[in-house]
């Protein structure tokens, strides 16, 4: 489950560069599978207030994509 974390944190930074340099939709959409990844990490290791973060993110990526 460790690649999971690995997957995540390196989604997440190509997610950010991509909302900086201003490709919204598509840096939202791999925030939102960083996300996911990480959610997964989290729920094994049984963290929930990690897990609880990475929900706020999913929601807030989701957010981005509906009001571009």
């Known amino acids: 489950m460790k690649e999971f974390e690995y997957i995540g944190v390196m989604a997440s930074i190509v997610a ?5 340099t201003g490709s919204y939709s598509i ?5 939102i599978i960083a996300s996911l990844s990480l959610s997964a ?3 094994t ?6 897990l609880a973060l990475q929900v706020f993110f999913i929601c807030a990526n989701s957010y981005g994509i509906i009001s571009l």
């Open 45 to 50: 290791i049984k963290s929930l207030p990690s």
């Open 16 to 20: 950010y560069l991509l909302i900086v």
């Open 27 to 31: 840096g939202f959409s791999i925030g």
């Open 41 to 43: 990490y989290f729920i």
